[in-house]
């Protein structure tokens, strides 16, 4: 397998280069997002952004999860392999963070699980050492209190992102990854949570729980672009949004999402808000990548 270089380079140049941020979301189908045509609406915050920054704002209507379990399709995410090569190689291969490491930027995650769970303090980790990530949060490590499924709250995962990027150093570039996980298991924590500890709206409610996920999920990605915004940075940074993968929709086809080829499991969605300054530099790579979101 070849890989690209990952020398150490020069420092990344902070008056030029791009923050990272990548919404990593889960379980969320394409045909329940509200940034597609005919779906719920989900996504009013998404929706804003793009209305409001259209020659910045791309959706991709055949974007396609790896597989359909998080264990294998994050790590396939994070390290370009595809999920039908050997599984030894997870936990050998250098990850998106190592890469942004290599150049200069400073590197956060924040996931509301524990990071042993399905070994992906190994799975995601380049070496023994452990993850090469300069601040991670995850369940443990975050000392905030388990909601569901052994997991803090997505508006926590917020919280302590935004207390990050307060006392960071706001000069040097970052690649951030946050991970809000509500849509998981068909949004059962919904209801473990709460209906009044959400702002999930009447209309969403009387659909289902896991339009109400998404939702929420929406609004604490508001939050979090808020700050950027707040704090001038949003027209620096790069954003991605994008599931591990798509749910089985309450066993839609009689199949889990594990074993599920359907389009409720592999048709994902993804969006990326690209600043002008940034595009001018993939038009001299690719001048053709305005045309590939079908």
Same mark, same amino acid.
Request: with cysteine.
């Given at each position: 397998?070849? %890989?690209?270089?990952?020398?150490?380079?020069?420092?990344?140049? =902070?008056?030029?280069?791009?923050?990272? @941020?990548?919404?990593?979301? =889960?379980?969320?189908?394409?045909? +329940?997002?509200?940034?597609?045509?005919?779906?719920?609406?989900?996504?009013?915050?998404?929706?804003? @952004?793009?209305?409001?920054?259209?020659?910045?704002?791309? #959706?991709?209507?055949?974007?396609?999860?790896?597989?359909?379990?998080?264990?294998?399709?994050?790590?396939?995410?994070?390290?370009?392999?595809?999920?039908?090569?050997?599984?030894?190689?997870?936990?050998?291969?250098?990850?998106?963070?190592?890469?942004?490491?290599?150049?200069?930027?400073?590197?956060?995650?924040?996931?509301?699980? +524990?990071?042993?769970?399905?070994?992906? /303090?190994?799975?995601?980790? +380049?070496?023994?050492?452990?993850?090469?990530?300069?601040?991670?949060?995850?369940?443990?490590?975050?000392?905030?209190?388990? !909601?569901?499924?052994?997991?803090?709250?997505?508006?926590?995962?917020?919280?302590?992102?935004?207390?990050?990027?307060?006392?960071?150093?706001?000069?040097?570039?970052?690649?951030?990854?946050?991970?809000?996980?509500?849509?998981?298991?068909?949004?059962?924590?919904?209801?473990?949570?709460?209906? =009044?500890?959400?702002?999930?709206?009447?209309?969403?409610?009387? %659909?289902?729980?896991?339009?109400?996920?998404?939702?929420? #999920? /929406?609004?604490?990605?508001?939050? #979090?672009?808020?700050?950027?915004?707040?704090?001038? %940075?949003?027209?620096?940074?790069?954003?991605?949004?994008?599931?591990? +993968?798509? !749910?089985?929709?309450?066993?839609?086809?009689?199949?889990?999402?594990?074993?599920?080829?359907?389009?409720? #499991?592999?048709?994902?969605?993804?969006?990326?808000?690209?600043? %002008?300054?940034?595009?001018?530099? !993939? /038009?001299?790579?690719?001048?053709?990548?305005?045309?590939?979101?079908?």
């Amino acid at each position: 397998l070849k %890989l690209p270089s990952i020398a150490p380079k020069a420092a990344a140049n =902070e008056s030029t280069a791009p923050n990272i @941020l990548f919404f990593r979301l =889960e379980e969320v189908s394409q045909d +329940h997002f509200g940034l597609y045509e005919g779906s719920a609406p989900t996504t009013p915050f998404m929706n804003s @952004l793009k209305d409001r920054s259209p020659a910045s704002f791309f #959706v991709y209507h055949h974007h396609v999860a790896n597989a359909g379990a998080t264990d294998t399709s994050t790590t396939s995410l994070y390290t370009g392999l595809q999920p039908n090569r050997s599984g030894k190689e997870f936990g050998q291969m250098p990850m998106l963070w190592d890469y942004a490491n290599a150049i200069g930027h400073e590197t956060f995650m924040a996931i509301p699980f +524990h990071l042993s769970w399905g070994r992906l /303090d190994q799975r995601w980790a +380049h070496n023994a050492d452990g993850l090469s990530i300069d601040t991670i949060i995850d369940a443990k490590r975050s000392k905030r209190p388990i !909601a569901y499924d052994h997991s803090i709250s997505d508006k926590d995962v917020t919280d302590l992102t935004i207390d990050w990027l307060r006392s960071r150093d706001a000069k040097q570039p970052f690649l951030a990854i946050l991970n809000f996980k509500l849509p998981h298991s068909n949004a059962e924590g919904v209801n473990t949570i709460g209906r =009044e500890s959400l702002a999930c709206p009447n209309s969403l409610w009387e %659909l289902s729980i896991y339009h109400c996920a998404i939702y929420t #999920v /929406d609004f604490e990605i508001g939050r #979090v672009v808020k700050e950027l915004e707040d704090r001038g %940075l949003l027209d620096d940074t790069v954003i991605i949004i994008a599931p591990d +993968h798509g !749910a089985d929709q309450l066993n839609r086809h009689g199949k889990s999402r594990l074993y599920n080829y359907y389009q409720e #499991v592999l048709s994902i969605p993804l969006a990326m808000r690209i600043p %002008l300054q940034f595009q001018q530099r !993939a /038009d001299k790579a690719n001048p053709k990548w305005r045309d590939n979101q079908n």
